[in-house]
């Protein structure tokens, strides 16, 4: 398996002038036009300037635009790592149950719960050092995002795809996402192990205290973070990245998703662990990373990307053939290429 990874992401957003560059390009066609209708019928100017090629000036400008796109790419650098080796890390195994509801777009929290949700677990990857980290995403169901691994950048990458859609059943289940962080563990109990929850604490569909519980009973450490405000506020539908409404029970009134503190409360209480709420710069993930490092540090072996390898030539080399081939492109029409009817 390959992981990939990009030197320069920030850099992906240069992606964003290609569009402005094709409205320039249109505008541009479109006052030539207007300059030639100036000098007179079009067929007629055609017969005045036999060898004048609009198709040829198109295909100048696509050819230059795709090579700007590759060189862009080269400037991101894609980065595949696919040759791992064994290294032995001294740390303790971490979990976060990320809870990906839909209650989560709710915006009482900019710009939603559940950005603020990945904010905070990225904020905890940064963190990590010798450690082992594990993702769970949940809502009606619970299933392992990222299995344990000390590869901390391809778990930061993987974070990033997770959204709404990562879970069918929709719902929310603490319960099957404290479980489900409970098996991600496997069956090491000599080690030091600590669920994170990074949830707004809506759960009606069980018992999560009972599972809390049944975590603690394994020596497992539960530490809750909660999203969201006690106010409240309402859950909005999105299709295609687009708000197209908000969510409204069976007798048409809208749902308002609450925060439930006192619940995220109780299930840290139970398996002897601390609730913070999210909030400020560091999503108060940095007292949470106090509890952990007070656990007992445990020595394991596990394999990692060792090196990775820049793909940044690729994109170079076919930036440049299209460039030269744009360049060897002349504008105005070759008569042998007119005879055999090409860019007419």
Sequence with gaps: MEMIQYENPELISLLILLPLLVAVFLIYLHMRKRAIRKLGNEDAVRR???????????????????????????????????????AKREGVDIVVALDVSRSMLARDISPNRLERAKLATARLIDQLDQDRFGLVIFAGGAHTQIPLTADFRAARMLLQSVNTESVSLQGTSISRAIDRAVLAFGD????SRTIIL???????????????????EKGITIHTIGIGSREG?????????QIQGFLRDNDGNTVISRYD????????????GVFRHGSGADMSIGSIIEEIRQMEQQTYETRVFADYESRFYYFIAVALILLITELVLMERKNIWLMKLRIFK
């Design 188 to 191: 090491n109990a000599e080690r």
């Design 261 to 272: 503190e006192d619940l995220m409360r109780g299930i840290a209480s139970v398996s002897g």
């Design 198 to 216: 990074v949830s707004d604490g809506e759960s009606h569909e069980d018992d999560p205290l009972e599972a809390s519980g049944r975590a603690a």
């Design 233 to 241: 506020a309402p859950v909005p539908i999105v299709e295609n990245g």
């Design 48 to 86: 005045i300037l036999p060898f004048a090629s609009p198709g040829r000036i198109k295909l100048k400008f696509i050819l230059t635009l795709l090579a700007l796109a590759f060189m862009t790419l080269a400037a991101i650098n894609p980065q595949t790592g696919s040759r791992t080796e064994e």
